[in-house]
């Protein structure tokens, strides 16, 4: 999501198609946060976190939220796979017809939801790039409950910008980011972008034009 992430969509130029929106984003004076590596090292340790807290890999499932939800998660499931020696089963959670916002942005693409096991009594891990306002947690939360009623829910987000408009917390987040409002943070991943980072700035002021109040 090379803009912030998914519930950062929440705004009043969300209407577009996002992908598209997200790569024409351009930050005035952005700074990376999070380079290659710090990323490698914060999945890491949110992949630990994850086995300690379950006291083990059984009845794992990670469900990513696309879009960069979805190869987070398999990063996830490769560091547990390379400390546990178990390929935990991982999956895509459309979130598109659950969003509160569907009924003033009807038009957007719909994805697909894509869950190799049942959900029943599982242990599922949501995926995410940001989390911010927390809505588009809600919205896959009410994804999830259609699927079935898994024994628990966790949220694993890479950064926790904050600004949060419902009470939900992540689990484990890779980093705790202090941030404005009006600021953007972009993950960028090399699977969807060609590059791992996370940058944060501010979107550059557009020129007033003659007439403009």
Same mark, same amino acid.
């Given at each position: 999501?090379?803009?912030?992430?998914?519930?950062?969509?929440?705004?009043?130029? =969300? +209407?577009?198609?996002?992908?598209?929106?997200?790569?024409?984003?351009?930050?005035?004076? +952005?700074? #990376?946060?999070?380079?290659?590596?710090?990323?490698?090292?914060?999945?890491?340790?949110? !992949?630990?976190?994850?086995?300690?807290?379950?006291?083990?890999?059984?009845?794992?499932?990670?469900?990513?939220?696309?879009?960069?939800?979805?190869? /987070?998660?398999? =990063?996830?499931?490769?560091?547990?796979?390379?400390?546990? +020696?178990?390929?935990?089963?991982? *999956?895509?959670?459309?979130?598109?017809?659950?969003?509160?916002?569907?009924?003033?942005?009807?038009?957007?693409?719909?994805?697909?939801?894509?869950?190799? #096991?049942?959900?029943?009594?599982?242990?599922?891990?949501?995926?995410?790039?940001?989390?911010f306002s927390g809505?588009?947690?809600? !919205?896959?939360?009410?994804?999830?409950?259609?699927? *079935?009623?898994?024994?628990? #829910?966790?949220?694993?987000?890479?950064?926790?910008? +904050?600004?949060?408009?419902?009470?939900?917390?992540?689990?484990?987040?890779?980093?705790? /980011?202090?941030?404005?409002?009006?600021?953007?943070?972009l993950v960028r991943?090399?699977?969807?972008?060609?590059?791992?980072?996370?940058?944060?700035?501010?979107?550059?002021?557009?020129p007033e034009t003659?007439?403009?109040?």
């Amino acid at each position: 999501m090379a803009e912030t992430g998914s519930d950062q969509a929440d705004r009043p130029e =969300r +209407g577009a198609d996002r992908p598209e929106r997200e790569q024409a984003l351009q930050l005035d004076k +952005g700074r #990376v946060v999070l380079d290659a590596e710090d990323i490698s090292r914060a999945l890491t340790r949110m !992949a630990h976190q994850i086995l300690e807290t379950n006291r083990g890999p059984d009845g794992l499932v990670l469900a990513g939220i696309p879009r960069r939800g979805v190869p /987070l998660a398999h =990063r996830l499931a490769r560091a547990i796979e390379a400390s546990e +020696g178990i390929q935990l089963p991982v *999956g895509a959670l459309d979130i598109t017809m659950y969003r509160d916002d569907l009924r003033s942005q009807p038009t957007r693409p719909v994805g697909h939801t894509r869950i190799p #096991v049942g959900v029943d009594d599982a242990v599922v891990v949501l995926v995410d790039d940001v989390l911010f306002s927390g809505r588009t947690v809600r !919205a896959a939360l009410d994804a999830l409950g259609d699927l *079935g009623r898994p024994r628990a #829910v966790r949220l694993a987000v890479l950064v926790d910008r +904050g600004h949060r408009q419902l009470p939900i917390r992540a689990d484990h987040v890779g980093k705790n /980011l202090p941030t404005s409002a009006e600021e953007r943070v972009l993950v960028r991943l090399e699977e969807t972008d060609g590059v791992n980072e996370v940058v944060i700035g501010r979107p550059p002021v557009e020129p007033e034009t003659e007439g403009d109040n």
